[in-house]
Every structure is written in structure tokens, then in C-alpha cells.
């Protein structure tokens, strides 16, 4: 029973896959809050949340698994905003023992699997004489999340040290994409959204550990200093525009520390949306819209989300989006 969202209740889906679901290994739960696994802390259940255990485990679910099914991939939560009303299908959580292999190979290459926290890759780069990775140090998310969103920060990007991605496809096939099939631009990847990325090939640089053991010192202090690390936050809300930035849009739009609900702009990092005070999916998007008109009447600019936003919405309503008038 998932308690605070009694109306929410999503049908076992279980039921409908009796024929085949006992040969699946991983960890199936229905109607698994989501707010447990998101940075934000908020979102409504999973109807399915489905925790393959290995890589064939991927594979047989999503062979047996009826198309019209939706299915979702979500790695450690701290780029998406699941709505109250929570999400229907399935969403696959891939687990920490299955799926965070790393391997340091000649040439100072690297494997790693996707659900690898982004900070331990890093790490293990840096003690490795690997350069070229210490951005992730202060990207709190996994490597799936990185291969998806283009991960950045500091000048480089998932792109630029990235040789290849090994996925499984919504048929519950292996498939292998090179760098330049990913179709990666600013903070976005255009292979299709139900590929599930299970590990990647990368390319590091041949530098000495210690400097490299600086260089991630330097990454932790400038979050520390500069942004709100230890909120409930989803990290940068909207994209940079071109020659712009967001957090200065907001600013000057004069919403640094606004409040909706138990949603507000951080006073640290105003592009920073924080659950100060147990807000719901509701408050910290209609706060995120808010900016966007606010930021467009002033300035002009039509801010675009970074941070993915997903679900139902719940009986509190729907939030209106803003659009330009023209
Ligand atoms: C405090 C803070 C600081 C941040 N700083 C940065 C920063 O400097 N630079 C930056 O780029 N981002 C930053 N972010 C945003 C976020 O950490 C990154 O986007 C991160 O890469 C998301 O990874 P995740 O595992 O949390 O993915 P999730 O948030 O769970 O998912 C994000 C997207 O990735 C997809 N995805 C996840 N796993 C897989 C997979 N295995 N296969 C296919 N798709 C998958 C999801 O479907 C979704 O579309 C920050 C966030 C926070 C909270």
C-alpha cells in the first residue's frame, strides 16, 4: 500500500505477465514511491519498478515484456521531476551489483557499467594516472545518466573522453553505438529515449594521479562554494541559452530565493530549484514556470528545461505551461 497517494494505486502489472514473470531474477516492485530514489524527494509510485539483475535479466524482461508497455530508465534521480501522480508502465532502476563493473585497460582506456556512480568513475580515473574525467567529481548522478544527458561541467563533456555505448533496445537487444552515432549536443543525446545503456568505452589521457588528485580537490571545493550541494535539488533547472546564462535570466528577473509552496529558487545558485519544505512535484514545477514567464517578460528569452520532467499529475491539477505569445 503506498500510503499518502490511496487514489494513485496503479494495477498490478505483474498479474498480466503471470505466464512469464517468474523467470525474471531482479527485484520487481509495484507501486514503488518514487520519491524514495529522486534527489528532489518528491514523485507518485512506479506502477512497475523493475531492478534487473544482470544484463540477461534486461534482456529476457524486455523480450517478454508486451510493446505497448511503456517503459523508462532512470539512473540515481538528481536530473528528473517525477510528478505527484507518480508514472505508469515500467521504470527500470538497474542495479549497483549488476551493473557497476569497472575495468582500466591498456592505453588508458576504461569500461565502466552504467549504474557506476559518476564520482567513483572519476576517482578511479584520477588514482589510475587517467586524466580527462575529474568533472564528473561533482556530477551526483550514475553513468547512464551522463551517457543520456551529456553530462558536463568545467569546460568538457560525456562526449569528448567517450568512445562507444553498449545498450539494450526495447526488444531486449544488445546493441553498440559509437560516439558520433549518439548525436550528442548541449546537455542532450538523440538516439532513442528506451535504449537502456548498460556500460561504455572511454578514452582518458595519460596524466599524473597526483595532479589529477588536486584537480577533483579544486571540482569539490567549487561546489561546495557555489552551489547548494546538499538540497534537495535536481541541479541546473534550465539550460544555458546561447551566449547567456540561466542563473542570470533568473536573477535579473528578480526571482533569486522565491518561494512557491515548499518549492523555492536557491539563494546560492538561483538556476537551482530546492524542496525546502516538503514540496510536492506541483510546487517545483509551477515555480520552474513561473521563471519562465517571468524571465520572458523581462528579458525575452524562452528558458528551456534541463531537468527532465515526467508522469502524471495528481488531483492538485495540471501546471500550465508557458509559452511565448507570438
Ligand atoms: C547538486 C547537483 C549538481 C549537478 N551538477 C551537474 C553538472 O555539473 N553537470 C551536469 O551535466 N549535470 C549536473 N547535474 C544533473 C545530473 O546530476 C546529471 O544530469 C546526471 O548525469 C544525471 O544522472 P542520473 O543517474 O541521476 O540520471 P537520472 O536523473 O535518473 O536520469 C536522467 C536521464 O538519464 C536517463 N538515464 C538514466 N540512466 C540511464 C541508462 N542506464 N540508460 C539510458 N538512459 C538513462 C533517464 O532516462 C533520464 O532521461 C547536477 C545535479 C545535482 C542534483
Redesign the pocket.
Known sequence: MVTGYPELIFADLTVDFSSWISGVRGRLDSNKLLSAVT?FRVGGPAQLLFAPKDEDDLCFFLKNLPEEVPV?????????LIRDGGLPGVTIR?SGRGFSNIEVLPGKQMRVG??MP?AKFAKTAAVSGIGGFS?YR?????M??????????HGTETRDGLISVR?VNRSGNIVNISVDDMGYSY?HCSVP?N????SALFQGKDMDPDFLAREMDEVTLY?EQN???REK????TFKNPHNNSAWKLIDQAGLRGKVLGGARFSDKHCN?LINEDNATAFDLESLGELARARVYEQSGVQLEWEI?RWGNWDETGVVPVFARPD
Open positions: 534527489w523508462r530508465v532512470i539512473g540515481l534521480g538528481s536530473n528528473l538497474l552504467a549504474a559518476d568533472f561533482g556530477v551526483p548522478g550514475a547512464g545518466g551522463a551517457l543520456r544527458m551529456n553530462a558536463g561541467a545498450a546537455r529515449d535504449l537502456i545503456f548498460v561546489r552551489q547548494p550541494v535539488t535536481g541541479g541546473s537551482f527532465k
